[in-house]
């Protein structure tokens, strides 16, 4: 059993930084393209940012182009989404997720295992 769970979420001021991490257990590391979504109460859930499970491809979403970053270490089993120039509309749950698979985007329907979520919120 694939278990998925994310932590760093906080509250923060306009322009600060969070890092998010994701861990994942129950299963080889490296088969795993990964993907960082986030819901607004009221709103589709929206994809932030994907890494193929090299972790030499990412994609992002153009909201969050040149200020997120995501990046991955298979050794330690691990993601993380850096979040510079944090702004009041990055506000949300943040969600992690995981597919069994050589391929990383941004469709939910990709992913097979998600995280329980944590809360970022950005105070202007």
């Known amino acids: 059993q694939v278990q998925v769970v994310e932590s760093g979420g906080g509250l923060v001021q306009a322009g600060d930084s969070l890092r998010l991490s994701c861990a994942v257990s129950?299963?080889?590391?490296?088969?795993?393209?990964m993907g960082w979504f986030r819901q607004v109460p009221g709103k589709e859930r929206e994809f932030v940012a994907a890494?193929?499970?090299?972790?030499?491809?990412?994609d992002y979403a153009d909201s969050v182009k040149g200020r997120f970053s995501i990046s991955r270490d298979g050794a330690k089993n691990t993601v993380w989404l850096q979040m510079n120039n944090l702004k009041p509309e990055d506000t949300a749950v943040y969600y992690c997720?995981?597919?069994?698979?050589?391929?990383?985007?941004?469709?939910?329907?990709?992913?097979?295992?998600w995280g329980q979520g944590t809360q970022v919120s950005v105070s202007s």
């Open positions: 129950g299963r080889t590391f490296r088969s795993f393209g």
């Open positions: 890494i193929s499970y090299s972790g030499r491809s990412t």
């Open positions: 997720a995981a597919t069994p698979s050589d391929v990383y985007g941004d469709s939910e329907g990709m992913y097979d295992y």
